[in-house]
């Protein structure tokens, strides 16, 4: 409804103004929404803006057909003020049982997100990738686009092959752990005898070209190592509700051709440099670091690979995001630069900055990390102690349920909460306030929501509001399905978490200072209606953050 809304007033404004930008935004607390096209007119036209927006005004009023906005001249300021009726058919959309998803679109994305290197577990410094870039993917499927999320697995690798060397080297015995934790020991000794003796790394790199080339017995070395890698990061990402559609292997595009093509192409275009290594020149394009696709020694590098990757999925594919972090900035704008030069679609790249933890950064090849495992178990833990103080009369199992649900969310949304470009420190002690701004204080307004409900019994819905408390969290329920857009749109999921916790604010003082229960006839179901339709936007902004919407906690 506000959408339409939002549309309405625009082509009006556009009508009457002839101009394609009619600087219509948000009105903060004076107006629903507002508009300072009389001030850019004014200097075109030379008169007062006080003057031209009142007789825009007189020409809306004139147009106006029904009774869904008011508009209000305020000095130069066109102000417009949804009425009881855009209230009323908010709510009646709000009471849809999936609320907030639009119709199915023919476009088709690809959201690429995560592509840890399978070298080891993920840790907290990757899991800020696989939360934002599932939250994207959640909100894409709410916007109707029809979406695939991928996973990009460098299985050929200099690391990789140092796992492979590693695992057929040192002995190393899988123990009562997950793969991926047994890949990570072997990693890290590896790395520790490559320091002690250099020698081995020509052997790293006759794997490397061995595995190239397609010796059966190097890629199923390559293969079975990745894969006992893979299925733990793939049960990590479910325990935090993330799940990829298609896991895509590097090398399937070094034995299908795709690289050998791709490079054939970027030979014959003027920027191709060879002395010995094989690199694109884009100093034209601003950039002085040489782009490398092949080694001396006839190796393709990762770029080369990724070029290749992105051609494929260009031509698959209407839009291409990846979600990316800030230490790939250059060479995620050097792969652009390059596939412009080719004719090739480019991707969209979602840069962030990384998270942390209070005891500082982490790093798998000195075996200085936590894992995100460990930290989904700790907040756990914490979560189940702060649920059991506040249910203790509940059964151990549903405070253990209630304790999982509440920890992921606490953890999803303290990381997606901060816009990507800014760098965060994760703090479980806050992330875990069920009175702050948190995850699970918003799953407790959905909770409540959930307990009203229950109470209330049947009741016809009704939609006469009037107190102030009723008609703002109204509103802002309306604006739901436009900030799934506004997300989808702009790349930024942090929007979508701001929303929420707006929501979860509304809601929350709509039931401190507004009885419902002990209302009497229509107030009491336009109340019910009104708390229905804040439990729906709740539950629809929660699962498109990847959160459980919880009915008791």
Not at 312 to 326: E, P, Q, S
Not at 347 to 352: A, C, G, R
Not at 433 to 439: I, P
Not at 532 to 542: E, P, S
Request: hydrophobic share 40%; with cysteine.
């Amino acid at each position: 409804m506000y959408q339409d809304e939002y549309r309405r007033i625009v082509q009006r404004l556009q009508s009457i103004t002839g101009r394609e930008d009619v600087e219509l935004t948000d009105g903060g607390a004076h107006a629903d929404l507002a508009s300072t096209i009389a001030f850019t007119l004014a200097k075109e036209q030379r008169r007062q803006p006080v003057q031209i927006a009142r007789e825009i005004a007189e020409q809306l009023q004139a147009q106006e057909e029904g009774d869904s906005v008011t508009i209000e001249v305020v000095g130069p300021y066109l102000n417009f003020h949804f009425s009881a009726s855009y209230l009323e058919a908010t709510l009646r959309e709000a009471l849809q049982p999936d609320y907030g998803s639009q119709p199915l679109r023919d476009e088709r994305v690809v959201v690429e997100h995560t592509s840890a290197n399978p070298n080891g577990p993920l840790h907290v410094g990757h899991i800020r990738n696989s939360i934002l870039g599932d939250t994207l993917a959640r909100s894409f499927r709410k916007a109707g686009y029809r979406l695939e999320t991928q996973y990009y697995v460098n299985d050929i690798g200099r690391q990789i092959a140092i796992v492979v060397w590693g695992v057929g080297n040192l002995g190393e015995i899988k123990k009562e752990e997950k793969g991926d934790a047994f890949i990570a020991r072997v990693y890290i000794a590896a790395n520790r005898a490559i320091e002690t003796d250099p020698g081995i790394t020509s052997h790293i790199d006759r794997l490397m070209q061995r595995v190239e080339q397609g010796d059966p017995q190097v890629v199923r070395q390559f293969r079975e190592a990745v894969t006992e890698c893979l299925e733990g990061i793939k049960a990590t990402l479910l325990s935090l509700h993330v799940r990829h559609d298609r896991f895509i292997w590097e090398s399937d595009f070094v034995r299908n051709g795709d690289v050998t093509r791709t490079i054939d192409r970027i030979r014959r275009m003027p920027q191709c440099r060879d002395d010995g290594t094989l690199w694109v020149d884009l100093s034209s394009q601003g950039f002085e670091k040489q782009y490398i696709l092949k080694r001396s020694d006839g190796t393709t590098v990762y770029a080369a690979r990724d070029i290749a990757f992105h051609v494929w999925k260009g031509r698959n594919f209407d839009r291409m995001i990846d979600v990316l972090g800030a230490d790939h900035k250059l060479i995620g704008a050097q792969l652009i630069a390059t596939l412009k030069l080719m004719g090739e679609k480019a991707p969209e790249i979602l840069h962030f900055e990384f998270v942390s933890l209070p005891e500082g950064s982490m790093s798998t090849r000195a075996g200085k990390f936590v894992s995100a495992d460990e930290l989904v178990e700790e907040v756990v833990k914490q979560a189940y102690v702060e649920v059991t103080t506040r249910r203790p009369e509940l059964e151990e199992d549903v405070r253990r349920a209630i304790a999982r649900s509440v920890a992921v969310g606490a953890i999803r949304y303290d990381i997606v909460k901060v816009s990507p470009e800014k760098s965060t420190v994760f703090d479980w002690k806050e992330a875990l306030d069920f009175e702050r701004q948190s995850g699970p204080y918003i799953q407790y307004a959905h909770a409540r929501a959930c307990s009203i409900l229950e109470k209330s019994g049947e009741f016809t819905p009704a939609f006469q509001l009037s107190d102030p408390h009723e008609i703002a969290l109204a509103k802002h329920i309306g604006r739901f399905p436009a900030i799934i857009d506004q997300v989808v749109e702009e790349l930024r999921p942090h929007l979508l978490a701001t929303y929420t916790r707006d929501l979860a604010d509304l809601f929350n003082a709509f039931y401190r200072y507004v009885p419902v229960l002990k209302s009497e006839g229509i107030v009491r179901q336009s109340r019910l209606a009104l708390v229905c339709a804040a439990r729906n936007t709740l539950r629809g902004a929660l699962e498109t953050l990847g959160i459980d919407a919880l009915a008791t906690m």
